[in-house]
């Protein structure tokens, strides 16, 4: 098929290599080689792919349709995963790579198993469980799920009504739910899919609590798959996204299961009803600042598609004029446009780096846990807590942007924007509700700032905050992190002072708390972003530079991008905080024009170098060949009510309706016509 | 039913009179009374409500069973109508009122036939032609609905390709359209719906152009509703809200209309193909202008509505601890809570204000128009493009928080916020992209600018810029809303200097503006708020002057909320255009602070004195009663998903697969397993 001439042109003025920067992304050329090969692999096979968009089935040919492609997607995947690697990374792999949405516009109603269910065997189970349960959940006999959130009760766990009583008599817990806020909701794979679920509850040993504590419940019967007994079960309803995921709910009464389906790596029961507490009640975090830094990432492969969708719908497109007289141009030449869209991709490659990093700590803070050093989990929670809620933000409000970027064409689902929205604002919400880990972050960085006064030592990544000269202004990428870091902490200073004073005028501490919380929420996004640019500075540099010049350039103009438009973004803070001038501002202001004009050459190569199929993107807007116009309407044709020329709903209410063959005694053959 | 006891205590605090406050809002006593009345017969039609809820259809069945709905809707409604009215206030009546989205989600298929046929016709009919076609339409002897849009031209309206060429010898239009990118595109009801269509086209006579004109074409046979030949019609296809308006492309192969068929009032095309143009080419602004401002005003009402729900939701919903050991609280009293919802009460509040104002502007200026006076529709024409563009932005953006701050269980459809960011975002970029039109006051503005180097008098609503002294600030609402004033006199002196400087440095003027133009956006921006913020001020002084003293207390709160609010937004601009300090700074978020502490027992009495009735509000979170988790679940039972135990997706796909009955040569049967 031909390839739009104007997407052609950008290509060929591209001063970059392309491939290059893809196998940087990836992480290395045989990396690329191999998602490659599995995206052909999973693409070879047939009955993967829709042929009616799904948004033109009903809710339950949705999930039908989603289970089909569920099971043969996974015993596609299964064949082409490595053995050799842990059951983790291939759970990872699993839910993890892009091909996926090619498949699964939302998700699957499998991906739970594998990004909850599997896991938390793998952290919270007795070596014992492990062997049996581990096995059978990798081999697929059973499909799990996670389920902790109730319909009265999100981010604030130990608010959690689910009860586990043990009876010492039979040895058994007793799984109920008291109230209705007490249902299990939200779990993905559950309402329809899951036959086991992990449970987390309020465990009761002789009336005394011991806290929440998983279980592995057994839901449906193996080969009716009906819901057992004391169990109710059922579909939460249509959502904004993840129609196909199959969220459930679920409620207990009086069900009992053997006291061996507690899982038992960290605190256990034993048959007399002794509770014995987990070493470190922390460790559970690990888990959680996992699954961030997982959605983390993610967030940047969202957001990356996006800003592939719109930039390359800007070279196609042609509207109004710059020039009277001129021939449309292209909407990329709007500078306007430039501005939310360029941002875009910077973002993208912050956050990806920034997710490597985050891993990286992770994994260093998983090892010193292992050799039972927990000291730095606090601090990696902290960041994880900040970073997750920025990066989900970040991402749903410029994938928006993306799509409005596209006009009315952004609204049709076939450009696949809103879906990216959809997945990208679900995070803002969803592990952790994002004001709510805002205000985690807030915390630590309040009782580091009583470190800083008592002259203690800090965490690493919060040092800078010690640091207090700024005398001098500088518009440079460096001089813009220092002053993001002169923000931070300038904001942090202000802060615990006017919580100290409202503590001063009578309130008690957790009122002057909630009174300055708004301002918590941006101590702690400042924080956030300071730790974003330099850490994205910092990576780049040290893992660029064997690149080539050309590739080197733009991935720096992109740092540069990005620093500058969150100074100016942020200016209100720069103006407060730092020694910045009304002049630096208009030199900034400039600089930002000038480089957007610099980068707009290589727009589309940046965005090619994502590397997103066409099935991938799944979007008539950003196909690699630019034929928006063709593929909207080959889209649109695809419609079910295309498929006649004139509707029945015409013989059975237009007509009678239009022409008064209708006794209504409304209508113009029923009244009298009020004439003009 | 039993009203949730959270929000009874609300309601028992709030300090006024919540009747007096809604019909404030709706205009008066009577407005309330008729409304009202008018919503219980419409809600008293059985066949109206859906039982089973929309998004569980199918596309087509949406469709059908919107059809079905709009008959039944119109019939009922056209009983109701006051038939002293003009057809322009019947048809406002019709698409407008808040009733119809008790009855359809989105939008009904005929909203078009209304909101732009019938005042087409009004606005571009000659007498002769209203004569006949406006009867027609009225009386729903024909649908029609009004094609401007392309499926590659928007905004730009000369970009249009669909060309009408006169063909003298047999006195008709040859309608074309000659590429792929000129098939008409988006327009409401003209899939399947609309047998008649306004169209927009280049007229051609004698190989020269006459610019864009409007057509009336019949799309489909009356008797059949077969498309006519040389016309082709279709869905374009699912989009991410209104999927029941049946938007649809058209197409011409060269089809002749009678020379008629062209609306005449202004421009005319004589039998020999004289083209007599139109006296004044602005006038095809009015309509224009008209449609935004209704735009504007159900920005307001869709702001409301989104208000009502998170507000209500928030004094239901416990969660998380503000004092340890005590209940959760209701999340209503987190101040971040309070800081995300309570602007969006003023916000709504703010625009719809500005739109009775901008309303009254545009009658006075359609009179003067008719009395051959219309020197005052640029002015008009540029503050509607800003009002247009600001106040959708501002209420999708909104919108959006309120959905946010409901967590999880704003992404349910059931709660309905969806539904009504994807009204508000879609007029982000219909009838007008924003950021055009935000670049046309920008025009306009300049030129303003230029009128006072040489001295000129300025526009009404302009004048503000001319006034320089601003040498102390002060924190009052008054205080402010000079601020803000002096920020769009600011930041329009910096751009133009900087457009100034661009072109001395060599780039043309289209080019210097094109550089310059995201700062020509902010210019805009900081205009419409400094109009919206002392209107919304002067109007509320102006109409409030005789209701209880609490009722203007809390309207005057929300007046000095959203000054504060705004000033804190964009405090960067303050600090680089006021002599704003530190301390005012400070000072000013501390009666931040307390004053979302003086609106929260309010709170609830604010968003019930909106009196959307629970049928409009359609959501599970926001109804009066305040039964949030009982509707949850109720609406969660009505998922076809719900009606079965065991979904036959298991038999079909998952016990063949978890138990391995197959021969997929993939499975646990099939392979050996890797075992741990």
């Keep these: 098929m031909k390839v739009n001439e104007d997407i052609q042109r950008e290509r060929n003025k591209c001063d970059f290599n392309v491939e290059e920067l893809t196998n940087y992304l990836d992480g290395g050329v045989e990396v690329t080689r191999k998602r490659r090969e599995l995206e052909i692999k999973v693409l070879s096979v047939k009955g993967l792919l829709d042929e009616v968009p799904e948004e033109y089935l009903s809710h339950k040919e949705k999930y039908e349709n989603a289970i089909r492609k569920a099971v043969l997607f996974f015993k596609t995947i299964q064949k082409l995963l490595d053995p050799n690697h842990s059951e983790m990374e291939r759970a990872r792999a699993y839910f993890g790579s892009t091909i996926a949405s090619a498949v699964f516009k939302d998700n699957s109603p ?3 198993h594998f990004s909850m269910f599997i896991p938390t065997l793998v952290g919270q189970a007795s070596q014992e469980q492990k062997k049996y349960w581990l096995k059978r959940a990798i081999n697929m006999e059973i499909i799990g799920t996670y389920a902790q959130t ?12 689910t009860t586990a009583t043990y009876d010492p008599k039979t040895e058994e817990f007793i799984l109920h739910s008291p109230t209705l806020t007490s249902y299990k909701w939200w779990p993905g794979n559950l309402a329809h899919t899951a036959n086991y679920c992990v449970v987390m509850a309020h465990l009761y ?5 011991c806290g929440i504590q998983p279980f592995i419940v057994q839901l449906r019967d193996e080969n009716t798959h009906m819901p057992l007994p004391g169990i109710k079960l059922g579909e939460i309803g249509a959502k904004l996204g993840f129609n196909t995921v199959n969220n459930g709910f679920l409620g207990f009464d009086h069900h009992r299961i053997p006291r061996d389906r507690m899982l038992m790596k960290n605190a256990q029961v034993l048959k007399d009803g002794t509770f014995k507490r987990s070493s470190n009640s922390k460790l559970t975090y690990s888990t959680m600042v996992y699954v961030r830094v997982m959605i983390v990432k993610s967030m940047a492969t969202q957001l990356a598609k996006a800003a592939t969708v719109a930039i390359r719908y800007s070279a196609v497109r042609r509207q109004s004029e710059i020039t009277p007289g001129a021939p449309e141009p292209q909407i990329l030449d709007y500078v306007t446009q430039q501005h939310k869209l360029f941002i875009a991709v910077a973002q993208s490659h912050a956050i990806s ?7 990286n700590l992770y994994e260093k803070v998983t090892k010193d846990i292992e050799a039972g050093r927990a000291d730095n989990l606090p601090e990696l929670h902290a960041l994880a807590c900040c970073l997750k809620a920025v990066s989900t933000s970040d991402a749903a409000s410029m994938v928006e942007r993306c799509r409005l970027a596209c006009g009315g ?3 049709m689902l076939s450009s696949n924007l809103h879906q990216m929205y959809g997945l990208a604002t679900a995070a803002c919400t969803y592990e952790g509700e994002n004001t709510v880990l805002m205000l985690q972050t807030a915390r630590y960085l309040v009782k580091e700032w009583e470190q800083i006064t008592k002259g203690q030592p800090l965490s690493l990544t919060m040092s800078y905050l010690k640091d207090k000269s700024l005398l001098k202004w500088d518009n440079s990428v460096d001089g813009i992190i220092k002053g993001f870091q002169k923000v931070a902490a300038g904001k942090l200073a202000s802060t615990v002072a006017n919580l100290k004073k409202y503590m001063k005028s009578g309130l008690s501490p957790e009122d002057a708390w909630n009174k300055t919380s708004v301002q918590l929420v941006a101590v702690s996004e400042a924080h956030c972003r300071s730790v974003i640019l330099s850490t994205y500075k910092a990576e780049i540099e040290r893992t660029a530079a064997t690149l080539s010049p050309p590739v080197k350039n733009v991935l720096n103009q992109m740092v540069q991008l990005h620093a500058i438009y969150w100074a100016l973004e942020k200016l209100r803070d720069l103006l407060l905080y730092t020694p910045i001038s009304e002049d630096d501002v208009r030199q900034l202001q400039r600089i930002y024009e000038d480089l957007l004009q610099k980068i707009r050459p290589n727009a589309i190569g940046l965005v090619d170098a994502f590397d997103f199929r066409d099935e991938i ?6 196909a690699y060949d630019g034929r928006v116009y063709e593929r909207l309407m080959e889209e649109a ?3 079910p009510l295309n498929k006649e020329p004139v509707n029945r709903s015409f013989h059975m209410y237009l007509k009678p309706f239009m022409q008064g063959n209708c006794d209504c005694g409304l209508c113009k053959k029923c009244v009298e016509i009020v004439l003009l």
Excluded: C, D, P, Q
Excluded at 353 to 359: E, G, K, P, V, Y
Excluded at 617 to 622: E, H, I, K, W
């Design 110 to 112: 499998f991906s739970l």
């Design 150 to 161: 109730e319909l009265g009760h999100g981010t604030f766990i130990r608010g959690l009504e």
């Design 409 to 411: 064409h952004g609204y």
């Design 617 to 622: 993107l799944n979007s008539t807007l950003g």
């Design 637 to 639: 044709l695809k419609s």
């Design 205 to 209: 040993i002789n009336k005394k609590s």
């Design 353 to 359: 780096t920034t997710a490597n990093w985050l891993w």
